[in-house]
C-alpha cells in the first residue's frame, strides 16, 4: 500500500473533526482492491469529538470500494469523488449523506475556485468593477 494513502487516512485523526458537520455521523469502510488482495480501511465519524481510522474490515454504514490508484488521485485531488462515482471507477453502498462528508476530507482539484469568491470578482460591485472606475477616475 502506498505511504501517501496511510498517511492521508491516519492524519484524519487529528484534522478530520474540524471538517465534519455537526450533525453527521456514522461509519464508512473503505475498502482499496488491486488483483486478488483488499485493504480495509474503517473511519469512524461517530465519536463526539473525533475520527478514528483502524484496519479494520468490519461492517460499516457506508462502503466505498476503489483501487488505490484512483484512492491516491481522490487524495491529491486530481479527481473528484462524485466524477469517480459516476464513471463507475468506484462504488459506493450505503448512507449517502457519509461519502458526501467524507469527500470533504480531499482536497479541491487544483486551480479551482469558491464560486462565491468569482461572483464577488464580477459582480457590479465587486473588486473587478472598483478596479475599472479607478482606472477611468486616473
Not at 488521485?73 to 449517502?96: H, K, M, V, W
Request: hydrophobic share 40%.
Amino acid at each position: 500500500m502506498g505511504g501517501a494513502i496511510e498517511e492521508f487516512l491516519l492524519a484524519l485523526e487529528s484534522r478530520g473533526r474540524s471538517l465534519l458537520p455537526p450533525r453527521i455521523r456514522g461509519t464508512m469502510r473503505i475498502d482499496l482492491v488491486d488483483g486478488g488482495h483488499t485493504d480495509h480501511w474503517y473511519v469512524n465519524m461517530s465519536l463526539a469529538d473525533a475520527v478514528v481510522v483502524t484496519r479494520e474490515a468490519k461492517a460499516a454504514e457506508a462502503v466505498l470500494t476503489t483501487t488505490h490508484e484512483l484512492f491516491e488521485r481522490l487524495i491529491c485531488g486530481e479527481t473528484p469523488t462524485t466524477a469517480a462515482l459516476l464513471r463507475n471507477e468506484a462504488s459506493f453502498a450505503g448512507d449517502a449523506r457519509l461519502i458526501l462528508t467524507f469527500r470533504r476530507f480531499f482536497p479541491s482539484p487544483s486551480g479551482t475556485r469558491d464560486p462565491r469568491e468569482v461572483a464577488r470578482q464580477q459582480a457590479p460591485h465587486g473588486q473587478a468593477w472598483r478596479e475599472r472606475l479607478q482606472a477611468r477616475i486616473r
